[in-house]
């Protein structure tokens, strides 16, 4: 029987034809994506979630095409991976066919955000806690052949996350997203390394949150934090409760992405009771895979819980001293401009 396995794709939408991305460099440069393993894979209750179907949890829209029949993965080895080479870095494993230095740029950066995803949520910081393996494809091609022939159920992204039984997996391709996606990707898996279960719309908000590169967590989205302040300004009213109820991703679109990782940034950086509430909750997901919903905790500890958070995220993109800065010179490629041209688009 094959294993139940949770899969999660890159939020952004499908590359186009036309889309160019950097040719592999001689040595592995990276940046990472979204992976989301929802289900409690230590528990008897998995195998159960295997038998039922597979989950499809992941970032941002697009269906999941083809059922859950078609997303169970047909290879059963490990044919077509990249492995010529590995590097290893506390509860990273990154495998390629392009030669990658241990102390590359991304590796160290992925280093720091493993330190920083457990301190900030104050997770156990086991260096000998279970791995989470990217299989970094040397282009395009290789990795879009490889999904497709394994998971052909999957719409393409350009990196999923999936979790089984066996191991928590990132598989993504050398391009000029690598690093918000290998950010993206790998804090899903971290955080699913450390608890038996997490919330989509969480977990997808904790990604998105950790995503943005910055000396400390908690540097602002530029895009996130203008779209939500005009969205307020039209009208529209956050709603946690019907962030809760979403289990699939094609319930979740790009919208529900925002207000997720305003939440969490809300939680952390409000008031010191919302950043209470979410640590405490997030230790409660160590110990159960049936946890109560955080909402009822957030609202019991600040009353008028809506109306603080919708002054937060109105304000959100005048904090500038949190909005992105520009990545370094060896990830930016065409990421600064096109940063800036989303920060302004209406
Ligand atoms: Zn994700």
Not at 20 to 49: D, E, G, H, I, S
Not at 72 to 101: E, F, I, W, Y
Not at 186 to 193: E, F, N, S
Request: hydrophobic residues 35%; neutral net charge.
């Amino acid at each position: 029987m094959p294993p139940p396995q949770k899969i999660s794709p890159r939020k952004d939408a499908p590359l186009s034809p036309s889309r160019k991305y950097r040719p592999a460099p001689p040595v592995w440069a990276a940046t990472v994506t979204c992976v989301v393993q929802v289900c409690t894979r230590r528990l008897p209750q998995l195998v159960l979630c295997g038998v039922l179907g597979v989950f499809l949890a992941g970032c941002h829209t697009g269906g999941s095409g083809g059922g859950f029949a078609g997303l169970m993965g047909k290879r059963k080895d490990d044919t077509g991976l990249p492995q010529r080479h590995s590097v290893a870095a506390d509860q990273l494993v990154v495998m390629s066919n392009l030669k990658l230095g241990a102390h590359h740029p991304l590796v160290e950066e992925l280093k720091v955000l493993r330190n920083q995803v457990h301190d900030t949520l104050q997770l156990p910081n086991d260096k000998d806690g279970e791995k989470v393996t990217v299989y970094l494809f040397s282009n395009e091609m290789e990795y879009r052949k490889y999904i497709q022939e394994t998971y052909p159920g999957l719409p393409f992204r350009r990196a999923y996350f999936i979790g089984t039984p066996e191991r928590l997996a990132v598989y993504t391709f050398w391009g000029d997203k690598i690093r918000e996606d290998l950010r993206h990707e790998y804090t899903h898996g971290l955080l699913h390394a450390s608890l038996r279960t997490v919330p989509l719309w969480l977990d997808e908000g904790l990604a998105e949150y950790f995503e943005v590169p910055g000396a400390q967590p908690g540097t602002v989205n530029n895009e996130y934090a203008v779209r939500l302040a005009g969205a307020v300004q039209s009208g529209w009213r956050p709603d946690i409760h019907r962030l809760e109820q979403l289990e699939k991703v094609e319930q979740m679109h790009r919208a529900d992405y925002r207000e997720s990782w305003a939440w969490v940034h809300f939680m952390l950086h409000s008031t010191p009771d919302g950043k209470q509430v979410l640590l405490d909750y997030l230790q409660s997901l160590r110990d159960t895979d049936h946890p109560d919903l955080l909402s009822n905790s957030l609202i019991a500890a600040l009353p008028e819980t809506e109306a603080r958070f919708l002054n937060y995220v109105a304000t959100l993109n005048t904090y500038r001293q949190w909005m992105s800065t520009p990545a370094p010179e060896q990830f930016t490629g065409t990421k600064r401009n096109e940063t800036i041209s989303r920060a302004n688009a209406p």
